[in-house]
């Protein structure tokens, strides 16, 4: 209330000043007219020297005192005339209508050059402001240039509006951060009236209250609010807005790409840190592995000793494929692995992968089905190699004993899609995306087969890397089914004239 | 069953390898000697008498590629088995290129080593085959001269190239031999890296010569390496 208190005592304040300086001035000018029909019946001029002199006079209050004054001149200067010089002098009477015509025109004269005398003024004050709020604006964003954006920008831009617009009051509400910063006192409450501006998108000035409210949007969508408490133009305070708005939004771009940089680095960092961990456990895994496996190769053991060794040769063995497979992965997705692209027949590389594995396969017989020999695609052998191999691999391990795994390559629009069928090892419909993260296995599989839950992940970062995809379907009936697909370049196939 | 005594120079930096290595050569009948960088190595060959080299790749000083080169270039018959972790496959060509026989990835099964230890010495043994000599191996007849193969005592009929990469790889048996030498031996420089072309000749080989080209027997793939022919 105080503050709405001192707000109208200034207003008031100016009103009396004003009202104080229009009978001042008016009197001030029929003074200066008196001294000047005085002068002028001294000096015996007549009509036709002191009508211009009069119109002069006019002109000159409604330069330098305004429009009002200038009226209340005229119509004395009128007077004047009328008595001291129009015939019959000295007497308020007129003789002939051509003295009424002159006082006419005399007065419509004056009035018209007061009016545009006293426009010119205010234009000229009004280009004086704009220029004023143009600097200032220009220094505004001059200064928000070189705000730090590692700090939230509220606080900063609060401090530079008022520093710059050296306005009463300013709040800045970030609906983003939820943050408001007032500076000053305001009529009603900031905080309020700010969330409010935000969220009712309301855009007003009020004049009484000598208040600003504008919305903060960047695009349609508003991201705050902005309050001004003093006299502002409504154009300036637009301008102060875009420029908070403007900044609200490099502070946001500021911020996710220094996100962005941090995790890459982060990641990064565990990439050289896998890397260089994978590449120190490599050196004592194969002292075990020589030893434990030297132990056997030597003979002569109890069976028991016998046992003991080949445990710690598997376990060694199990150790290195699950290092080399977090690197592998660590390096996919850090985006470290550099693809060496080439033609890949898909009948080759299928049956590749097949005789890789047969030895692997236990009792599950192997089927192999093309529809085409000429599907062809473009890519790194080794990964996509390792994405099939992982599919073979799973099924082996986890479908039902003595049934067949079936491994078919068909084209699909432009796309080749790879399938590995197994029976049996049901998938249920909430592990079907999280078998493909890293470390996750099936609680109802883990124990059926030792595995670490990076192969499938595995296959599908080197999916990803070749815009692939990689997806399961499983069912009760039908068995489970791990797809490939990726873009096939049929077009290309292997030119066969050198066989 | 009687071993003959062979010498075996173990080159690897790390002294753990070194000692597992030892130890177990030392039991299976072997006799030993160690050095940690390939310096050492030359200047040991140059001094003593071994039948292989086991040779690190990832080696402090001249490395062990260049250590391999140098060890070539004196001595053309040693057998050398380059040891090397999972994730070099360039290296391993580089070394094979280099004049390594044969490679092995750590960590390795003792008894795969043996095996290859064993075939490389073998063959470093045997006298120089002539280059026109009928090669045999398995039931697979190669006669250089008459371009002829047969299986079983039964003619295969190869295409020109199919016979000289079945030639080349027949008279390496037992050894890795790169992609890019294939391609370079079959086709000349220009046909280097395109490796779809080979895969395609040795599926079609494995075709004519094996019983289960899914499962050859015969005509075997180093992954991301080259091919092996097995040896007889």
Redesign the interface.
Known sequence: MMALAGGLNRKETERLSALLSFPAKSAMGILGLGALTAGALLLHLNLATVGPLYFLSIVLVALHWGFWQATVVSAVAVLCECYFFIPPVYSFDVADEQGYLALIVFEFSALLVSRLSAREQSNARDADAQRRSMGMLYELSRRTLQLDLHQPPGPQLLRLVKEIFAVDAVAIFDSDLDTIDVFGPFPLDANEMARSTCYFEVNQDHDDLDLSRRVLRLGTAPIGALLIGGRLNPLTADAIASMVSITFDRYRSFASETKAAAAHQSEQLRTTVLDGLA?AF??????????S??L???GDLKPAHADLAALI?EQ??LL?SMT?RL??TARLEAGQVSLKK????IA?LI??V???Q?GKLGDHPLQ?SISDKSLATRGD??LLAAIVTQFVDNAAKYSTPGSSIKISAQESASEVLIAVHNKGSLIRQQDRERIFERFYRCPETRHQAPGTGIGLSIAKKAAEVHNGHVWVISDEQEGTTFFLSILGSKGEV???A?? | MTVPTYKILIVDD?A??R???R??LN??GFESAEAARGEEALSLVRTSRFDAVLLDLNMPGIGGVETCRRIRRNSPRLPILVIS???SEDGKVEALDAGADDYIT??????EL?ARLRAAVRRAQMPEEKQDAVITIGDIELHPTRRLVLKSGQPVHL?P??FDLLRFLMCHSGRPVPHERLLKFV?GNEYQGE???L???M??IRKKIEDD????KYLL?D??VGYRFCEA
């Open positions: 590449h490599k050196t004592p895994l194969t002292a075990i592995r020589t030893a496996s030297g056997i190769e030597l040769d060694a063995v290195n080399s690197l592998q080439q033609m890949i027949a080759d049956e590749e097949a005789a890789e047969s192999i052998r080794e292997i030119d066969r050198h066989l | 790390e753990s390898i000692r597992g290595l130890s177990t039991g299976l972790v999972t994730d750590k960590p390795f099964s003792v008894k043996m295409t190239k199919q086709w490796l779809e072309y895969r395609t000749f599926s079609q080209p899914a499962n050859p793939t992954a991301y």
